[in-house]
T-cell receptor, first 113, second 117 residues
């Protein structure tokens, strides 16, 4: 069975500090990995995806994520957090041969001024 | 690019009435759209997969007669909540799969807040 885990419900970080939102996955096949961000009462916005190739993927708003096959992880990172980054972040995985996306439970990020 | 719209953004209705939510891909074609339900501070629950020109595929536990899905064109899918009850109150989000992109990225609509009185 395919699954995604986001082990932290809540992450707090001071403005200007680096941030990391963790994601691990379990799939039976080659994964496509995604990060989405959701602001209050809004839909999900696509941030970035990993398909193949370079393990470090750069996305919108200065975010990046590193694919680690041996650890089956795809952690989201940003070198310097902004207050406006405060939102709910979702990791998702899709198997190459599949149609359905599997979402993690979400991590609420709060950037403290 | 890759914009998905949803209408209405917010709806309040009386118990027993039906509510239709539209999901449109504005600048790409989507043979497949997805309907999700999200509870407060919870992850997304996939309700059904909507396929253009064919019947939707419902996830286990989702009543297909209560949540009617129609995907009549490559840019429009509708979800009708029939005989709505207060327990149907939720945030409904659609997404559309962009076939033109590698990995068929899903792009999400802004969501519809349904409140059933």
């Amino acid at each position: 069975a395919q699954s995604v885990a986001q082990p932290e419900d809540q992450v707090n970080v001071a403005e200007g500090n680096p941030l990391t939102v963790k994601c691990t996955y379990s799939v039976s096949g080659n994964p496509y990995l995604f990060w989405y961000v959701q602001y209050p009462n809004r839909g999900l916005q696509f941030l970035l995806k990993y398909i193949t190739g370079d393990n470090l993927v750069k996305g919108s708003y200065g975010f990046e994520a590193e694919f680690n096959k041996s650890q089956t992880s795809f952690h989201l990172k940003k070198p310097s957090a902004l207050v406006s980054d405060s939102a709910l972040y979702f990791c998702a995985v899709r198997v190459y041969t599949g149609n359905q996306f599997y979402f993690g439970t979400g991590t609420s990020l709060t950037v403290i001024p | 690019g890759a914009v998905v719209s949803q209408h209405p953004s917010r709806v309040i209705c009386k118990s027993g009435t039906s509510v239709k939510i539209e999901c449109r891909s504005l600048d790409f074609q989507a043979t497949t759209m997805f309907w999700y339900r999200q509870f407060p501070k919870k992850s997304l629950m996939l309700m059904a997969t909507s396929n253009e020109g064919s019947k939707a595929t419902y996830e286990q536990g989702v009543e297909k007669d209560k949540f009617l899905i129609n995907h009549a064109s490559l840019t429009l899918s509708t979800l009708t909540v029939t005989s709505a009850h207060p327990e149907d109150s939720s945030f409904y989000i659609c997404s559309a799969k962009h076939l033109g992109e590698i990995a068929d990225t899903q792009y999400f609509g802004p969501g519809t807040r349904l409140t059933v009185l």
